[in-house]
């Protein structure tokens, strides 16, 4: 995408980038080294709380955990925004997803279309990205999913 057009996207979208959450332990919520950007794992944060805790499979439905996994994702965004600017970001790298599962609950993938598809929507062919999916058995504070990227940003 060509310069400024990530924040013409987001805009187009109607999508706003919250602020950066508070980190919850001692790390940093994003970090550049070269041409790249590696955030911290993001939790689905509202307005600094979680809207929802529990497994999915469990007390969180698929659905709603895939809303939560877009969510965090946005907070992610918002952490690269904030290091260099959303409109520095040349491609979107990877994507790892952590999704706090119930016994049996195998839909990990699933769940994280809500970061790939966000990403595609906002980043076009530049938002294809490697990703893996893991189910855990617990997240921090009880969140149901958790999202990390892996960012090229231009020189």
Known sequence: MSAGSVSARLAELGIELPGVAAP????????RTGSHVYTAGQLPFVEG?????????GEVGPDEAKQYARTATLNALAAVHDLVGIDSVARVVKVTGFVASAEGFNAQP????????????VFGDAGVHARSAVGVAELPLGA??????IVEVAS
Request: hydrophobic letters at 55%.
């Open 24 to 31: 919850v332990a001692a790390y940093l919520p994003a970090i």
């Open 49 to 57: 709380a979680l809207p929802a805790t529990g497994k999915v499979g």
């Open 110 to 121: 699933a769940v994280l279309n809500g970061a790939s598809e966000l990403l595609g929507e």
């Open 144 to 149: 149901p999913v958790e999202v990390e990227l």
